[in-house]
């Protein structure tokens, strides 16, 4: 039975991650270090979470079957980066999770073996592409997105972009709508259509050389 860190478990969630009411799953752990983090415990090494293996956490999604089922509702697995617990997933689904929807929001900042082997289930993946360019990249989350671009392009030619949905973000003082127009094109010229492009709006207060200022960062999986 595998296990892995969760920060939480947030239920009842309407609207938010993917249709009728919804459990998010929030992983510990990610590849990258955005700027604008919404979530910067899921990278601290000091940050409380619970290990649970497959089994505990199916108990704890199933509490809520009801409202799955007549909502049309499911789980979500976010982060940090549930990607990187692919395997923990699998065994979810496999234990029974794959009877409800399920959606995994991920940057697909991770090998590809991590990706391909949930395809093999009815699962949508949400996937925050940042911006595809690889210097703008680079400089917000400072990694690379080799690994997003190969396997964006691995599923576009597996004829599976059906099963993805892309953000595309404005994000303040990194790109612009004329780089989020390029990520837009270059997406879409793989075979990507479902994209939804938006600007990150949620304020946080930073405190700098004694001044407040006023900064954006993403809204992903908060619990």
């Known amino acids: 039975m ?12 309407i609207g ?13 752990g990610c590849p990258m270090r955005c700027k604008y983090c919404l979530n910067p415990h899921c990278t601290n090494p000091s940050s409380l979470y619970h290990t649970l293996s497959s089994h505990e956490l199916l108990e704890h999604l199933t509490k809520d079957e009801l409202y799955y089922i007549a909502t ?5 697995f976010g982060g940090g980066e549930p990607l990187l617990y692919s395997l923990f997933i699998e065994e979810v689904l496999q234990l029974g999770a794959s009877r409800w929807n399920i959606n995994v929001e991920t940057s697909l900042n991770v ?6 082997r949930l395809f093999n289930y009815n699962v949508h993946f949400i996937v925050d592409v940042k911006d595809m ?24 030619d597996n004829g599976l972009t059906d099963k993805v949905s892309v953000r595309l973000p404005l994000i303040h003082n990194y790109n612009t709508v004329e780089n989020q127009n390029q990520s837009r094109g270059k997406l879409e010229a793989m075979g990507f259509n479902d994209i939804e492009m938006f600007t990150y709006i949620t304020n946080i207060i930073e405190y700098k050389n004694g001044r407040k200022r ?10």
């Not at 595998?2 to 969630?13: H, L, Q, T």
């Not at 049309?72 to 979500?76: D, E, R």
């Open 2 to 13: 595998k296990k892995a860190p969760i920060i939480g478990i947030s239920r009842f969630r």
């Open 16 to 28: 938010t991650d993917g249709k009728g009411i919804t459990s998010l799953v929030c992983f510990h």
């Open 72 to 76: 049309g509702g499911g789980v979500t």
């Open 111 to 116: 090998p590809l073996l991590n990706v391909t």
């Open 133 to 156: 360019n690889p210097s703008i990249y680079m400089n917000y989350t400072s990694s690379t997105n080799v690994q997003v671009t190969n396997n964006l392009a691995w599923i576009a």
């Open 214 to 223: 006023t900064m954006q960062y993403s809204p992903s999986c908060a619990i």
